[in-house]
């Protein structure tokens, strides 16, 4: 198994309420959420891992149940899109224009962060020292 981190942006904030807790019933607990009011989108990613072979299922689940949203995963150095965009955590930040600014950064590394604590309790990541 390759775990890998699920994130899914919304657009826009009609029915937010209503897709976050579908999306939350079927991919189980969000544990980081972040509202981007001037841009009209929320940020979500979810406690349980999956690998990496289950995200073109995961990504046809999201697009059913909330079409018009993207999702992806957080690796440990690395953000990939459900479209194939690769954005590299370089210099502390994302490369992508769509996904620049602070906000979504932080977004980005507290769920990397999460994601690297959840290797470590798994023992698939060395502990800290």
């Not at 959420?33 to 289950?54: A, H, K, N, T, W």
């Not at 955590?89 to 690297?116: C, N, T, Y």
Request: aromatic share 6%; charged share 30%; proline share 5%.
């Amino acid at each position: 198994m390759k775990p890998v981190k699920l994130f899914v942006v919304l657009n826009g904030d009609t029915e937010g309420r209503n897709l976050q807790n579908l999306l939350e019933a079927e991919f189980r607990p969000i544990d980081h959420r972040m509202s981007l009011i001037p841009i009209g989108r929320v940020l979500l990613s979810f406690d349980r891992l999956v690998d990496v072979e289950e995200m073109p299922e995961c990504n046809r689940k999201v697009s059913e149940l909330a079409p018009g949203s993207r999702s992806g995963f957080v690796q440990n150095h690395r953000v990939v899109l459900s479209s194939t965009e690769l954005l590299q955590f370089k210099s502390g930040e994302i490369q992508l224009p769509e996904f620049a600014g602070k906000d979504v950064l932080i977004f980005f590394h507290e769920a990397r962060r999460r994601f690297r604590d959840q290797l470590r309790t798994m023992c698939l990541l060395r502990q800290k020292r």
